[in-house]
T-cell receptor
Framework: DADVTQTPRNRITKTGKRIMLECSQT?????MYWYRQDPGLGLRLIYY???????NKGEISDGYSVSRQAQAKFSLSLESAIPNQTALYFC??????????????FGPGTRLTVL | QKEVEQNSGPLSVPEGAIASLNCTYS??????FFWYRQYSGKSPELIMF????GDKEDGRFTAQLNKASQYVSLLIRDSQPSDSATYLC????????????FGKGTRLSVIA
C-alpha cells in the first residue's frame, strides 16, 4: 500500500460547488502539506500543518481551507469552486526529527477540473 | 521572498550523454537541497538530497553543491530515454520550521 494516499484521484465539478480533497498517510509523519501545480507555474503551497493543532497558510490560501483531523489525515476544501482552481493537487508529508533533512514525500495527486 | 530558480528547458541530450541540470537559490543560509523527478501527470519523487558543499553520488546521479555561489546542480550520467521528465530543485530555508521552496523545474528530454 502507498504511504501517502489521496482521494479522489480525479474529480470534475461545477462552479460554486463545495469540494473536499482528502489525504492520508501511514508514514507516521507529523507534518503535512497541500500544493497545487499548474503548467508553467510549478508547485505552489496552499496550506501546511506541523501537527494536529497547527495550521499555516501558504502562498495561495485564498479560496481554500484545511482540516487536520488526525496526525495521519489532512483535508483540503474548496468552499465554492471556480474554474481557475482547475489544477493538479498534491499532498505531501515530512517528519520533524532533529538531525534529519525532513524530506517531503508526495501523494499521487488529485486532478481537479472545475467547469 | 525566498526564491529558487531553474531554467525551464527543455534540455535535450542524446542517449548516453551527461545531462546537467542547474539551480540557484536566494537564501544564503539555506541548509539542505533536494532534487525531485516528476513524470508528466505524476507526483514528484525524491532522487537525492545534499547538505554539504561538494559532490554526492548515487548511481548515475551526482548532486553538486556550492553554497558560496548559492548553486546546486544535478548530473545524470549515461542518460536514458526513461530519464525524460521534469526535475525540480527544492531548498530548505534557514528559517527553520518552514516547508521546502521549490523551483519551477527543468524539463529534460533524452533523445534515443
Amino acid at each position: 500500500d502507498a504511504d501517502v494516499t489521496q482521494t479522489p484521484r480525479n474529480r470534475i465539478t461545477k462552479t460554486g460547488k463545495r469540494i473536499m480533497l482528502e489525504c492520508s498517510q501511514t508514514k507516521g509523519h507529523d507534518r503535512m502539506y497541500w500544493y497545487r501545480q499548474d503548467p508553467g507555474l510549478g508547485l505552489r503551497l496552499i496550506y501546511y500543518s506541523f501537527d494536529v493543532k497547527d495550521i499555516n497558510k501558504g502562498e495561495i490560501s485564498d479560496g481554500y481551507s484545511v482540516s487536520r483531523q488526525a496526525q495521519a489525515k489532512f483535508s483540503l476544501s474548496l468552499e465554492s469552486a471556480i474554474p481557475n482552481q482547475t489544477a493538479l493537487y498534491f499532498c505531501a508529508t515530512s517528519d520533524s526529527l532533529a538531525g534529519t533533512v525532513n524530506t517531503q514525500y508526495f501523494g499521487p495527486g488529485t486532478r481537479l477540473t472545475v467547469l | 521572498q525566498k526564491e529558487v530558480e531553474q531554467n525551464s528547458g527543455p534540455l535535450s541530450v542524446p542517449e548516453g550523454a551527461i545531462a546537467s541540470l542547474n539551480c540557484t537559490y536566494s537564501d544564503r543560509g539555506s541548509q539542505s537541497f533536494f532534487w525531485y523527478r516528476q513524470y508528466s501527470g505524476k507526483s514528484p519523487e525524491l532522487i537525492m538530497f545534499i547538505y554539504s558543499n561538494g559532490d554526492k553520488e548515487d548511481g548515475r546521479f551526482t548532486a553538486q553543491l556550492n553554497k558560496a555561489s548559492q548553486y546546486v546542480s544535478l548530473l545524470i550520467r549515461d542518460s536514458q530515454p526513461s530519464d525524460s521528465a521534469t526535475y525540480l530543485c527544492a531548498v530548505r530555508p534557514n528559517s527553520g520550521n518552514t516547508p521546502l521552496v521549490f523551483g519551477k523545474g527543468t524539463r529534460l528530454s533524452v533523445i534515443a
